[in-house]
């Protein structure tokens, strides 16, 4: 019944709980009761059977005196370690207030030091980034070291001439700057290495217009090209004009050949002869040297891959030479009309027959050009000294005591004084009709022995043949013509200052002159035994001497007739004989 009971009222209400129920007594605090030892228990003790729940009070006694006993001895036992633990609980107590208060501090510090921090960073950001570019440096310190010494490197290659390596050099320099494109240190270094390199370029060109034989004028052409600077034709014409400074040079260095004989005639003629000399065997040494190095470099080892066409090349080659001919064939028309001797002149003319024989290998045959320039040498060599041979004949017949050379001393001015030898004044010889013949037969080469009794023209004979032999060495066949007109120019002008002499009597007007009839007609015959001597000894004399004693032709078949000046000339004289005597002389007619 009591059962019934008890599980209507359950149904009805709700039996509370061990932990309630010791909660609503008050016997333990809250804390105690929900910690989960105390539930842990609890709900052992809900399990447990009666005979066990009630000596649950006893055992928990003995647990606890037992515990008391061990507290107590463990107390005992260790209470300095207790005591130790004490203070070091106090002192921790009061570190942790005094870290606390600390820490406070610090969190309010916190937010300057965090301000003053990021103010730290930004001005040091500019001192990091130098560190870190000089620890990078330091790191890459070797190669680095490598990249900067290449200017130094190059420059040091190509002072000592080692140009293969500098080449090498550049080419590193030039791949660095193409793998480092926008690294400023890469592209200083790549810029110093063009200067050196562009030093290099001058000293090679430089090496060009120098003394040098042909390996090394083929090794500093063979690094041009590898340089690639210059293509094919560029640097042929470098190579040309470098090696024309060079022969400038060289030929300038003979001009002093032709200095301090300026006012003497033969050791002007014969320096200007040792100054052509010189100059030619220079020329010819120095652009015969040009063209076979050129044609050596450029024409026979000339690289494959040019792609320059060789007819180009060759122009190069035939434009230099044809300038170095001009340049000696205007030095040849300039300075020959100084050499009039032409012994001199046949020296420098087979020089120069053997100079273009050896160029006549090599394609350059310029014989046919020399002959020109030296007949018009020839020409105005022997005109000039006809000239002057009659210059020396006019000047001894006029009555001026202020001439040189040979009429250095005042000349009389009585025929019978000056223009006749002393032992033949008293009977002037004049040639017979078979003297004449017998003259006209001679031999070219041998002049009458009657020219020796008139002194002044012995010596215009002797001049005039001096000029004629040395023609004799040098007789250009077309000069034939030319030179008998000039002789006959000659002849014309020294018989028209004999006809003046004639006519004007200059003694007649000294101061002491006294007019007698016999010494004024021996004056005159003298001058008529003259005149006759000139015209038909003299005259015919040495146009045979021109025309058969040099050039081996018959007076005969030269095609020249007596010029217009010596035909007027000739008629003068046939006049004034004539009123002279009151008869004509038959006059020379060729």
């Not at 510090?109 to 001192?127: C, G, H, K, V, Y």
């Not at 060599?381 to 001439?403: I, R, T």
């Amino acid at each position: 019944m009591a059962d019934t009971t008890a599980v209507g009222i359950a149904g009805e209400t709700e039996i509370p709980t061990l932990p309630e129920l010791l909660a609503s007594s008050g016997t333990l605090p809250a804390s105690v009761l929900s910690s989960s030892d105390t539930a842990a228990y609890l709900s052992l003790l809900q399990t447990l059977p009666l005979s066990e729940l009630s000596s649950q009070p006893t055992e928990l006694s003995s647990s606890s005196a037992q515990l008391t006993n061990a507290l107590t001895t463990l107390c005992y036992t260790s209470y300095p370690t207790f005591l130790s633990i004490h203070s070091s609980t106090s002192a921790l107590t009061s570190s942790l207030s005094a870290f606390s208060s600390s820490l406070d501090a610090l969190i309010s510090s916190l937010p300057s030091l965090e301000t003053s921090a990021q103010s730290f960073a930004e001005d040091t950001r500019s001192i990091q980034k130098d560190r870190r570019k000089a620890a990078l440096v330091l790191e890459h310190h070797d190669k680095l070291h490598d990249v900067l010494s290449i200017p130094t490197l190059l420059d040091s290659c190509v002072r000592n001439h080692t140009y293969n390596e500098a080449l090498l050099l550049s080419q590193h320099a030039a791949s660095l700057a193409a793998r480092f494109p926008d690294n400023a240190l890469v592209q200083s270094v790549k810029a110093e290495c063009d200067a050196r390199v562009q030093a290099m370029l001058g000293q090679l060109l430089r090496m060009l217009s120098e003394q040098a034989k042909l390996p090394a004028l083929f090794r500093a052409v063979g690094f041009l090209r590898k340089m690639e600077v210059l293509d094919e034709p560029e640097l042929a014409l470098a190579f040309l004009t470098g090696r024309g400074v060079y022969l400038d040079g060289l030929l300038k260095t003979v001009e002093i050949e032709k200095k301090g004989v300026e006012g003497d005639r033969e050791r002007e003629k014969e320096a200007y002869a040792r100054y052509l000399k010189r100059y030619v065997d220079l020329w010819r040494e120095g652009v015969y040297d040009v063209v076979t190095q050129y044609t050596t470099i450029f024409l026979e080892r000339a690289p494959s891959t040019s792609g320059t066409a060789p007819t180009q090349l060759h122009m190069l080659l035939t434009t230099f030479t044809g300038l170095r001919l001009r340049r000696l064939l205007t030095l040849l028309r300039e300075t020959l009309p100084h050499i009039p001797d032409p012994s001199l002149l046949t020296s420098l003319l087979t020089q120069l027959t053997y100079c273009a024989n050896s160029f006549a290998r090599v394609g350059m045959d310029f014989k046919g050009l020399l002959a020109p320039i030296f007949v018009d040498a020839v020409r105005m060599g022997v005109q000039n000294e006809l000239e002057e041979a009659a210059d020396g004949w006019c000047d001894a017949l006029k009555p001026s005591p202020n001439l040189s050379s040979y009429r250095s001393r005042a000349i009389p001015t009585r025929p019978s004084r000056f223009l006749i030898a002393s032992s033949a004044a008293s009977l002037p010889p004049v040639p017979t009709d078979t003297q004449l013949r017998a003259l006209s037969s001679g031999p070219p080469n041998v002049p009458p022995p009657i020219l020796v009794s008139y002194p002044p023209l012995a010596i215009y004979t002797n001049a005039i043949l001096t000029a004629l032999n040395g023609l004799r060495l040098l007789a250009p066949v077309e000069l034939l013509d030319d030179l008998v007109r000039a002789l006959d120019a000659s002849l014309a002008r020294g018989l028209v200052t004999l006809l003046s002499l004639a006519r004007d009597r200059p003694w007649t007007s000294e101061p002491k002159y006294m007019p007698v009839e016999d010494e004024e007609q021996k004056e005159r015959q003298i001058l008529k035994a003259a005149g006759v001597i000139y015209v038909k000894v003299f005259v015919p004399f040495i146009r045979r001497a021109l025309a058969e004693g040099v050039y081996g032709v018959k007076m005969g078949e030269v095609d020249v007739p007596p010029g217009k000046d010596l035909s007027a000339a000739l008629d003068d004289w046939e006049h004034w004989g004539a009123e002279s005597n009151g008869n004509t002389t038959s006059g020379y007619h060729g």
